[in-house]
């Protein structure tokens, strides 16, 4: 009887085992545990398979593990191991290995217990093989970060650098320049020949402008024909020259496949430190200068004049209105609509902010940028939750449901007492915080992401919903995606316009879904200009959209008025038609119109 049992025992324990092995080869994650004090290190089926090795070969020891390690993450997986073991804490690390035919990517959890006296007896941890997510999100930031045509860096990478090049001239009190560069005429080469035609010219600027830069600088395309680019550590003395040389490298001849091409740029220039430090008014004023090159005969070089440029009212005199409407209630918040591509039904709206200034209305753009740094922004920012929670009471009132969506200063959600300062603003509005969805679009400031998770938190234990706005058009959203408690993920409506007409954005909008996916994160598109897009982005698997293609921004008893109309039914029948059915419809539609 007692021979019975063990025998059962023990088939029941090898089962269990194989189940376990099972389990961890299905789910990609491999096991090891070591003995600090037999100092024997076992390894489970998968991780050997993890490192493409013959488990019946090789005894396993920390040696071993640590040869496999790439070259340049060695150091670092040593240390953080050794940390661990003397303090006490878990780990939780990214490195690569070498494996037999491929070098891939690990993450790797990791603790360590330890016997009545306290010393080291175990440790135990887990790694999986997560090259394809790596992957995955390297060719997102290609794809975010540099122009899919010409390979030069986009705006968003030509901003980040200029903050950086900025931050080093002020460390070093050196000098740096900024132009804005703007092909002459290239219209006509498009109008006339083609945007392919028109394309290789633009390759070949680009070209040229690579064989110019010099160590350090950059140049960027961030519009059709417009070039920018960030001279560092440049002599005043030798700024001129510096441009010139640009100037010399684009004008010329290009070759393209019909025939050759005589091109010429108009050049702005703005400097630093004889300009002012903000990297968004260096290239306003760049450009500014780059049209004053046009005004005067195109195929210049112009530096930017401050007095010719003084704006007619300074910042302060623009603060002292901004102060004064949010005092007047000049501001006034607009509804973008956002629907389920699923089922059509309405699943809330941004909120946009609007200024119905008596003088003439000032763009959103505008007034944050001058309120930055200020304590308006903190009492805009109090101003628009107020409205938000107004507005959502009335809308509840007539059976129409949020969240609602609204952009907050970096700085407020950085403020140990935004949550305090949210919860009064709850009680005093009676309203509920599954009202309120905040997008989180400047992550690149974000300095201190431990304390800024703790305050996203205790956020949300209020009911408060937070979504990443542009996500993909940063590195840092996607370096910081898991830092922060995020709920939802907005596509950048710029890859939404071209989603039909650009294979990169069609191939950056589905990473971008993949990684949601795995992530189970929701995603919102902005920028749906039609239906064939809605249906497209249905088909990717998108949960919601917003856009011109559905709706226009409006004010709110406009948008009570479109919310009732609106029929789920007829768009959720739609965006299951075939994109490309949509597309015939349209053409067909415009030829009858034309007949």
Request: proline share 3%; aromatic share 8%; hydrophobic share 40%.
């Amino acid at each position: 009887m007692t021979k019975q049992l063990i025998s059962l025992l023990s088939e029941a324990l090898g089962i269990a085992e194989r189940r376990r092995q099972d389990a961890q080869r299905l789910s990609g994650v491999g096991y090891w545990e070591l003995d600090h004090q037999q100092q024997s290190l076992y390894w489970s089926e998968e991780i050997y398979a993890i490192y493409e090795l013959p488990d019946t070969e090789l005894e396993p020891d920390y040696a071993l593990f640590l040869s496999l390690i790439y070259d340049e993450d060695r150091e670092f997986v040593d240390s953080t191991y050794q940390t661990s073991v003397t303090s006490g804490t878990e780990y939780n690390i990214r490195y690569r290995i070498k494996a037999a035919n491929s070098v891939k990517w690990l993450e790797a959890r990791g603790v360590t217990y330890y016997d009545h006296q306290g010393a080291p007896e175990r440790s135990i941890g887990c790694a999986q093989d997560i090259t394809e997510i790596v992957t995955a999100q390297q060719q997102i930031e290609r794809l975010a970060y540099h122009d899919a045509l010409t390979d030069l860096a986009n705006r968003q990478l030509f901003a980040k650098r200029m903050n950086t090049a900025l931050q080093k001239a002020q460390r070093d009190s050196s000098n740096l320049a900024v132009l804005f560069i703007d092909l002459d005429n290239f219209k006509l080469i498009n109008d006339r020949h083609g945007h392919d035609v028109g394309d290789e010219v633009l390759v070949g600027v680009a070209n040229r402008l690579r064989s110019c830069a010099r160590v350090g600088d950059t140049f960027a395309r961030i519009g059709g024909d417009e070039f920018a680019g960030v001279l560092i550590g440049i002599d005043d003395t030798l700024v001129d020259d510096a441009v010139r040389n640009v100037k010399h490298a684009i004008d010329g001849a290009y070759q393209t496949r019909l025939q050759s091409f005589d091109v010429t740029a108009s050049i702005g220039v703005t400097l630093y430190p004889q300009d002012c430090a903000d990297p968004d008014i260096l290239l306003r004023h760049a450009d500014q200068a780059m049209y004053d090159a046009k005004e005067r005969g195109r195929s210049r070089v112009r530096y930017f004049d401050t007095e010719r440029h003084q704006s007619n009212w300074s910042r302060r005199e623009l603060l002292k209105d901004i102060e004064i409407a949010i005092q007047t209630d000049q501001f006034e918040l607009y509804l973008q609509p956002r629907v389920s591509f699923r089922d059509g039904t309405l699943a809330g709206a941004e909120a946009l902010l609007r200024w119905l200034r008596p003088q003439g209305a000032v763009s959103p753009s505008d007034v944050i940028a001058a309120i930055s740094g200020t304590t308006l922004e903190w009492e805009l920012d109090s101003w628009v939750i107020t409205k938000v929670l107004s507005l959502s009471k009335g809308f509840r009132e007539r059976g129409i449901n949020g969240p609602f969506s609204l952009n907050i200063n970096p700085s407020s959600i950085e403020n140990p007492d935004f949550p305090e300062h949210l919860s009064r603003l709850l009680a005093d509005g009676e309203g509920s915080g599954e009202n309120l969805e905040i997008e989180i679009l400047e992550i690149s400031s974000i300095e201190n992401f431990e304390g800024t998770n703790e305050i996203l938190c205790r956020c949300k234990a209020l009911g408060i919903s937070f979504s990443l706005d542009d996500f993909g058009t940063g590195y840092s959203s996607l370096t910081h995606f898991h830092s922060l408690p995020i709920d939802k993920l907005k596509i950048d409506q710029r890859f939404i316009k071209r989603l039909d007409s650009d294979r990169a954005s069609l191939a950056l909008v589905k990473s971008i879904l993949a990684i949601a996916k795995a992530n189970n994160r929701p995603v919102v598109a902005e920028g749906v200009e039609s239906h064939a897009i809605a249906c497209t982005l249905a088909s990717l698997g998108c949960e919601y959209g917003q856009g011109f293609g559905l709706a226009r921004p409006m004010p709110a008893n406009d948008y009570i008025a479109w919310a009732e109309k609106w029929d789920p039914a007829a768009f959720a029948k739609i965006v299951s038609t075939p994109a490309s059915q949509l597309l015939e419809d349209d053409r067909v539609a415009g030829s009858s119109a034309k007949r």
